[in-house]
């Protein structure tokens, strides 16, 4: 079944304690991205990436660090993380950078 | 600077058709999307139409596009209760750095019996 898998779906941890949310998917997309969903505000992309080795900054990077060595998966990594990132985290794939995304069922982080 | 809105909230009787309003303002877009947003799940792709079309139709679903006055709408048919959801519009800009895909903050459907 093609799908985009996060972990873990639920996190509750301190503050400053490095936390990693990993994406997955089997669909042999390029084009990967991360997003931070908060009440009243919609969807907002933190970081994306057209393809191995290549990523860039979304609307709100800070505090929050991505990777691509390989193309099925695409790490969320929050070095120090902060109670201003409490939020619920979705991970998306396309095939390509113009192609309809496809989303993971979502990470919710709560920082202490 | 892209900005979508949507009314937060539409409450409709089953059987009768839904009716969710989008507006954008950047006329650049290349695709127009409809996510729905069940409880505890992630966004599913309803469906979406090309910048350059006015209508799109997918069994229940019919998307309509006035680009003069970048409106989106979504009509869903005889709804039902299992259509209770987040809805959610988004609209797609190709930029240099890829697909930007900017979210609108979502419409709560309610469906009562």
């Known amino acids: 079944e093609a799908q985009v898998t996060q972990n873990p779906r639920y996190l509750i941890t301190v503050t400053g304690k490095k936390l990693t949310v990993t994406c997955s998917q089997n669909?042999?997309?390029?084009?990967m991205s991360w997003y931070r969903q908060d009440p009243g505000l919609g969807l907002r992309q933190i970081y994306y990436s057209m393809n191995v080795e290549v990523t860039d900054k979304g609307d709100v990077p800070e505090g929050y660090k991505v990777s691509r060595k390989e193309k099925r998966n695409f790490p969320l990594i929050l070095e120090s993380p902060s109670p201003n990132q409490t939020s619920l985290y979705f991970c998306?794939?396309?095939?390509?950078?113009?192609?309809?995304?496809?989303f993971g069922d979502g990470t919710r982080l709560s920082i202490l | 600077g892209e900005d979508v809105e949507q009314s937060l909230f539409l409450s409709v009787r089953e059987g009768d058709s839904s009716v969710i309003n989008c507006t954008y303002t950047d006329s650049s877009s290349t695709y127009l999307y409809w996510y729905k947003q069940e409880p505890g799940a992630g966004l599913q792709l309803l469906t979406y139409?090309?910048?350059?079309?006015d209508m799109k139709q997918d069994q229940r679903l019919t998307v309509l596009l006035n680009k003069k006055d970048k409106h989106l709408s979504l009509r869903i048919a005889d709804t039902q209760t299992g259509d209770s959801a987040i809805y959610f519009c988004?609209?797609?800009?190709?930029?240099?750095?890829?697909?930007?895909?900017?979210f609108g903050t979502g419409t709560q459907l309610k469906v009562e019996l």
């Open positions: 998306a794939s396309s095939l390509g950078a113009d192609q309809p995304q496809h």
């Open positions: 988004a609209e797609s800009i190709l930029t240099g750095g890829g697909n930007k895909l900017t």
């Open positions: 669909m042999n997309h390029e084009y």
């Open positions: 139409i090309f910048s350059n079309m």
